[in-house]
């Protein structure tokens, strides 16, 4: 069974600093990989997604992330956070033949001013 | 296009009531998902759906959880008798043929 992993429950980062965000996942072959943000509340927003093709990945408010076979994990970037940015990331997978999406435990960020 | 839409966004019932989700997916998505977010835990899959089908419910718990999404009008996720263990966030996605989900905002349901 594929599994996901985000090692990390909580980071803390300034105003400005960078982000990076750890997602490792385990499967036969490669899946397809997402990143979503969930606010406070509210629902999960869609970042990025990976299907194929080059391996870094664009998505929207500044993040990008990175698939490395090799590693077997995608990690999110992101060079400069906002403060809007505190939210909670769900990294996520799911196999190309399949349909449920498998989700990691998710990585709750803070900006600190 | 509208979002996904779930309603309520907050449902209150006592011990043994029932709970009734809805779910209407975005236009033209005809499969659909649902995830249970138990606090302080990533989302859990339940059941997808396509019209009038039930395709996959390997997550669903066995008893008191059914789910439908009939030929006309939303997807519903029941759940009768509620217990405390039942009080979670529960998110409906849709999608068309392409592999993304677009997610709702959840009904929080609290059971007192």
């Known amino acids: 069974a594929q599994s996901v992993t985000q090692p990390d429950i909580h980071i803390t980062v300034s105003e400005g600093a960078s982000l990076e965000l750890r997602c490792n996942y385990s499967?036969?072959?490669?899946?397809?990989l997402f990143w979503y943000v969930q606010s406070p509340g509210q629902g999960l927003q869609l970042l990025l997604k990976?299907?194929?093709?080059?391996?870094l990945v664009q998505g929207i408010k500044g993040f990008e992330a990175e698939f490395k076979r090799s590693q077997s994990s995608f990690n999110l970037r992101k060079p400069s956070v906002h403060w809007s940015d505190a939210a909670e990331y769900f990294c996520?997978?799911?196999?190309?033949?399949?349909?449920?999406?498998?989700f990691g435990g998710g990585t709750r960020v803070l900006v600190k001013p | 296009n509208a979002g996904v839409m779930q309603n309520p966004r907050h449902l209150v019932r006592r011990r043994g009531q029932e709970a009734r989700l809805r779910c209407s997916p975005m236009?033209?998505?005809?499969?659909v998902y649902w995830y249970r977010q138990l606090p302080e835990e990533g989302l859990k899959f339940m059941v997808y759906?396509?019209?009038?089908?039930?395709?996959?419910e390997s997550g669903m718990p066995k008893e008191r959880f059914s789910a439908e999404f009939p030929k006309e009008g939303p997807s519903i996720l029941r759940i009768q008798q509620v217990v405390r263990g039942d009080s979670a966030a529960y998110f409906c996605?849709?999608?068309?043929?392409?592999?993304?989900?677009?997610f709702g905002q959840g009904t929080r349901l609290t059971v007192v």
């Open positions: 499967y036969g072959a490669t899946p397809y």
């Open positions: 759906l396509q019209k009038e089908n039930i395709i996959d």
């Open positions: 236009k033209g998505h005809s499969h």
């Open positions: 996520a997978v799911r196999r190309a033949a399949g349909n449920k999406l498998t």
């Open positions: 996605a849709s999608s068309p043929a392409r592999p993304e989900a677009f």
């Open positions: 990976y299907f194929s093709g080059d391996t």
